[in-house]
Nanobody
Framework: VQLQASGGGLVQAGGSLRLSCVAS????????MAWFRQAPGKEREFVAA????????YYADSVKGRFTISRDNAKDTVYLQMNSLKPEDTAVYSC??????????????????WGQGTLVTVSS
């Protein structure tokens, strides 16, 4: 499985961006997908996840109500719509694919495949 993320960039606080992650896999619908981010000098942290077959969604408290994860199985793509962006959202955002059990959905160990990351910079 290969993942290619895109859509990052520079945006002012309060603005929006939509990240995309295209997966090269024949059975995309069978994979749970997630977004993680890593800010400079900080550890990678969970942002959002979506179960396989369009199941439940999960969000970090810090982005709940502002970010939306979705998937288009016909395009083998997962999206992260980010609204009301804040300077603290500045980070490299990476998409991940896997078959996590419920207890691992928010952890990096729940995912086997990772994209290269796309930089999001939010200016104040």
């Amino acid at each position: 499985v290969q993942l290619q993320a895109s859509g990052g960039g520079l945006v002012q606080a309060g603005g929006s961006l939509r990240l995309s992650c295209v997966a090269s896999v024949r059975t995309f619908n069978n994979y749970g997908m997630a977004w993680f981010r890593q800010a400079p000098g900080k550890e990678r942290e969970f942002v959002a996840a979506l179960r396989s077959h369009g199941g439940n969604t999960y969000y970090a408290d810090s982005v709940k109500g502002r970010f939306t994860i979705s998937r288009d199985n016909a395009k083998d793509t997962v999206y992260l719509q980010m609204n009301s962006l804040k300077p603290e959202d500045t980070a490299v955002y990476s998409c991940a694919a896997g078959r996590p059990i419920l207890s691992s959905i928010r952890t990096t160990s729940g995912y086997n495949y990772w994209g290269q990351g796309t930089l999001v910079t939010v200016s104040s």
